[in-house]
Each structure stands twice: as C-alpha cells, then as structure tokens.
C-alpha cells in the first residue's frame, strides 16, 4: 500500500543529504534521521575530497531526549558487526574517498544521528538512506 507521496509504507527512501566535515578532536553532525516504527536502517555514503577519521553513530528514545547512546563508532562495530549494526562495507572510522554502506537495527529508536570527521581538510559526505 502506498502513503501519500507514492512510497510504500514499508520502505521510505531518501537522498543526498550533504554535508561538509572537518579535522576536529569531535565529529561533525551530519544528519539527523527519523526512524519512529522502522526496524532496518541503510544508509550509502559518498566520501569526497578527504578520508574520514571518524564516525559515530548514535541513538535516542524519544524526541525529548539527547542522543546519549552511542550504537557504533569502533572499528569492531563496523568490521565484525553485532546488533545494533547488522552489516557494514568495512571500518568506516577510516573511510577513503569512495562508496560506502552501514545497515542498523533500529528498532525501539526514535532517531539516529550520524557525525563524522575528516583526516585533514574538509571531507564531503553525501548521504542516502532507506528505511524498513
């Protein structure tokens, strides 16, 4: 069944979100992603310009609250994932200019903030995602 603007309720996609990172001791937000009543989120990333160094994903329970509970930011968390991450492209903590991917149990989320930081310079991160 579709919603209103065409999409079946079960998948919602979204695209080119773009922000810019920099070289810093604390990752930059990039995006903010609703994922109220969804169990899977993907997210393809675009890494331009310059490497990452780091990237954090986190959680929150409800609208009201931080994002207190950061859900991956090691490199284990990414190259032998265990719930919440289900499958990623590899570390992504070093994440070299290129295509790369993350898929997150979210379930019980209320939204995922994703940060990100460069190795010099400015990256651009183009980010596309698709909810379950």
Same mark, same amino acid.
Request: net charge negative; no cysteine.
């Given at each position: 069944m579709a919603n209103s603007d065409g999409v079946h309720d079960h998948?919602? =996609?979204k695209s080119k979100v773009v922000a810019s990172v920099v070289a810093a001791?604390?990752?930059n937000q990039i995006v903010v992603i609703d994922v109220r009543g969804r169990e899977t989120l993907f997210i393809d990333m675009t890494i331009g310009v310059e490497?990452?160094?780091a990237i954090? =994903?986190?959680a929150r329970a409800h609208k009201d609250s931080g994002f @207190?509970?950061?859900v991956a930011t090691a490199a284990a968390d990414f190259t032998t994932p265990n719930a919440p991450v289900n499958f990623a492209s590899g570390d992504l903590n070093v994440a070299a200019i290129g295509s790369h991917f993350v898929s997150l @149990?979210?379930?019980g989320m209320a939204d995922v903030e994703v940060k990100a930081g460069s190795a010099a310079g400015t990256a651009t991160v183009q980010i596309d995602h698709g909810l379950r």
């Open positions: 998948a919602v =996609f001791a604390v990752p490497a990452l160094d954090q =994903f986190s @207190d509970v950061v @149990d979210v379930r």
